[in-house]
């Protein structure tokens, strides 16, 4: 069955970087699309960034853009979240999803915070 994996938030001060991970299993990774979702306390959830399979097109929710990069390793079955300047409103649980397949993974606290 599809499984999806997070991995790599936790605590970090304004400015500072995390990377997250979500490795990815019961597919054929590179024939998807991948997204990362994230759902701030008291919020919505919402789309961060979304990345083909062919990584030939790349988008980003505007608040992260310039700071956030979504790439994969096709090999790895493994799709990543680079966050770089990160900053309070970042706070958040942070999924990733394959909208092909209609599955989330359990998601990654990310907290930033002074």
């Known amino acids: 069955q599809v499984q999806l994996v997070e991995s790599g938030g936790g605590l970090v001060q304004p400015g500072g970087s995390l990377r997250l991970s979500c490795v990815a299993s019961?597919?054929?990774?590179?024939?998807?699309?991948m997204r990362w979702y994230r759902q701030p306390p008291g919020k919505e959830r919402e789309l961060v960034a979304a990345?083909?399979?062919?990584?030939?097109?790349?988008t980003y929710r505007d608040s992260v853009k310039g700071r956030f990069i979504i790439s994969r390793d096709n090999v790895k079955y493994t799709v990543y979240l680079q966050m770089n300047n990160l900053k309070p409103e970042d706070t958040a649980v942070y999924y990733c999803?394959?909208?092909?397949?209609?599955?989330w993974g359990q998601g990654t606290q990310v907290t930033v915070s002074s």
């Open positions: 019961g597919f054929t990774f590179s024939n998807y699309a």
């Open positions: 999803f394959v909208p092909g397949l209609n599955s």
């Open positions: 990345i083909s399979g062919a990584t030939s097109s790349i």
